[in-house]
């Protein structure tokens, strides 16, 4: 696959998630940053792992009413053991764990040769450039298309 057709993808699945209230979980400060760089529908709310213990992160979720969370911690080893942790905990907590979400994003970001958050950085200024057409095209277009065709 391309690299635009890989980055196309990752912005669909993007706009997805963010299409409604949504929190995205990462690591450390550097990630918060890269992930703030990318337009969304909706914005999310972003925490970082590193600064919060879990149940300071399950406070700020329901006070925030959030119920849908993308963890989006790196693609090494270590990352993987936060995302099992966090994933487990939220998921009794009640809270909705998008990991069919971060699946996907893992199997892009690999093909891009990203293995940490904080390298989308890499490749923000196509994303930026793609990303608004795209949410435009969602909040606008698709729907009165949807209803012509009907």
């Not at 993987?80 to 069919?100: D, H, M, P, S, W």
């Not at 892009?108 to 040769?113: A, G, I, N, T, V």
């Amino acid at each position: 696959m391309r690299r635009d057709e890989l980055l196309e993808k990752i912005c669909d699945i993007w706009l997805k998630v963010t299409s409604e209230k949504v929190a995205v979980l990462v690591e450390g400060r550097n990630d918060k940053i890269a992930i703030k760089e990318l337009p969304s529908i909706v914005e999310p709310e972003i925490i970082e792992t590193q600064v919060h213990r879990f149940e300071i992160i399950v406070r700020k979720l329901k006070r925030k009413g959030v119920k849908r969370v993308l963890i989006l911690s790196d693609f090494d080893k270590k990352g993987a053991i936060i995302n099992k942790r966090l994933e487990n905990f939220l998921k009794k907590e009640g809270f909705v764990v998008l990991e069919r979400e971060r699946n996907k994003l893992w199997f892009l970001f690999h093909q891009l040769k990203i293995n940490h958050i904080e390298e989308i950085k890499r490749f923000s200024h196509i994303i930026k450039e793609q990303l608004p057409f795209l949410i435009y095209y969602k909040k606008y277009c698709s729907k009165s298309i949807d209803n012509q065709v009907h």
